[in-house]
């Protein structure tokens, strides 16, 4: 019996030291949060690209995002969907009739927009730089000169300018803005928001037709300059703290039937940092909602009279169960 008694003491004591060293053992630390709020935001702004697009040309890049984020293919663009007064709209979060720019090639006389634009709210709301990259001469317009933005453009004028170009521009100015010595120009490190237009798919098919091969051409230049931005930031350790947005100021070919806007759908779709994955928007979306949209994604608010409204529903961290309708819409 004392034999027995023995091996029970010992067991209980064995067992006694095993689970004291069991709870000194420091829990495995719990993996961070996932990042909601982006220190970089990409805004690709296309041209001549709606869903029918897809079926012209494949865009990977361009369906990737749209699988991996949050996406509608019946945005609204405005009327007239010409590139100055869209691109307009979408800036300064106003429809044509209300910020005026109803004309499409640049003219000196009228000077810049007088609307505040997305680029002064990202300032004034959170000392946000923005760099924008425009393929088209008629947008000298909206180069409003200001300490927090840096503009750099080609376009027809210059021969060489194709979207592979533009990428090279995009390139240089992100290596030599990391530098910590700025570009040269406004601003001293990289930007915030880095706005990239890429017209080529609405040139193409206006000129040369929707169906035709120039069209699926300019359809995989365009996607291919995406995947080429989206690239230098991977290579500059950005894109994992990014979000991503992409519209265009126009769909394929004339307007096929009524809509509220007059105009052929277009994509709008959000990826990244912060966005729900496999979200199909619900809500009325207009690309005058982009703007908003991104001060959303900073979480800056506005505090004006703009007609822009945030896509509530596409952020993660958003209140909201279900589609709820944009204000005002």
Known sequence: MKTASFVIALLLTATSALAATVHAIPAAPSPPPPQTVPDHVILFALEGIDQPALKAGPMPVLSRLAHEGSATWSAQTVTPSLRLPAMASLFTGLPVEKHDITWDAFEFSRGYPRPPTVFDYLDLGGGRDSAIFFMD???????????????????????????????????????????????????????????????????????????STSYRSALRSVDRAMGAVLEIFTEQG??????????????????????????????????????????????????????????????????????SRAVEEIFRDSAADSATPAKGR
């Open 238 to 307: 950005l894109l994992s703290r990014t979000t991503v947005f992409v519209t265009a100021l126009s769909g394929t070919g004339p307007t096929k039937g009524p809509s509220a806007a007059g105009s052929p759908p277009v994509p709008w779709i959000a990826s990244g940092v912060g966005i729900k994955r496999g979200q199909a928007i619900g809500q009325p979306v207009s690309i005058v909602d982009t703007g908003a949209t991104v001060l959303r994604a900073f979480r800056l608010e506005t505090h004006t009279e703009w007609e």
């Open 137 to 211: 001469e008629s947008l000298y317009q909206l180069a409003k000169p200001e300490p927090y933005t840096d503009y750099q453009m080609c376009g027809p004028l210059k021969p060489e300018c194709n979207p592979d170009r533009l990428v090279s521009y995009i390139k240089q100015y992100m290596r030599k803005a990391a530098s910590g010595n700025g570009y040269g120009h406004a601003i001293l490190a990289l930007p915030h928001l880095l706005v990239v237009h890429l017209p080529e798919g609405g040139r193409a098919g206006a000129e040369h037709g929707w169906s």
